[in-house]
């Protein structure tokens, strides 16, 4: 993965809910917003593969304690033989990028937390791809985080744990379940030997990951 990652403007608009074209001034502000970002953090990232088994409660990371619980990651699970649990962050330096920004203006504040969410999702599709590349052979589920559907986020510390990512990525969870650096990410992507059905694919693999319509709208094909 690169040292530098590449902001998706478009995508990091699209957060910021405009519903036209933003005017000229805007575009510049925004691309120098976006620019800033990019020359300032650093992305890092860690990851595990894990063998993963059914129980009772839910899925179990084989050789460890650790037990996804909630219908909906275990579904999101079914029929995968694996999983990879990650750990991405923008770095410290994004959140201070934003503070700066919002204490000068908060319009341009907002544009930065903005496009410094546009940055995890690219760092997260970079990694995404990297693993595809070394676990070929491997059919890929999207990326399911505590927090989506009854996947409970007190399994945060647990995964930061796991991971290590306090030391490895410099990522903590407060008391509270907030990830800092605040533009951080966890994740579960299952792996499968079989192929997955569209609703749980991921798009890592796909032939048509760079021109999806569905990915342009934030959501994934089969939902």
Known sequence: MSER?????????????????????EMTL????????????????????FDIEPTA??????????????????????????????????????DEIIRLKETQDMAQGYMTDCLASAAVESICNDLEAELAKKLSGWYFTWRFSPGYGDFPLDIQPDIIEMLNAGKRAG???????????????????????????????????CSMSDKCEFRKKGTHCGF
């Open 171 to 205: 990522v903590s969870c407060t008391e509270s379940l907030l990830l800092v650096p605040r533009k951080s990410v966890t994740a579960v992507i299952g792996l499968s030997s079989k192929p997955i059905e569209n609703q749980r694919r991921g798009c890592a693999i």
């Open 5 to 25: 990652v590449k902001i998706d403007v478009n995508e990091a608009i699209r957060y910021m809910g405009y519903r036209d074209k933003p005017s000229d001034v």
């Open 57 to 94: 409660d839910g899925v179990r990371l084989v050789g460890s304690s650790l037990v996804f619980k909630g219908k909906d990651i275990v579904d999101h699970l079914e029929g995968c033989e694996k999983c990879v649990l990650l750990c991405v962050t923008a770095s410290a330096r994004a």
């Open 30 to 49: 925004i691309k120098d917003c976006c620019e800033l970002l990019e020359s300032e953090i650093t992305p890092r990232y860690v990851y595990r593969v």
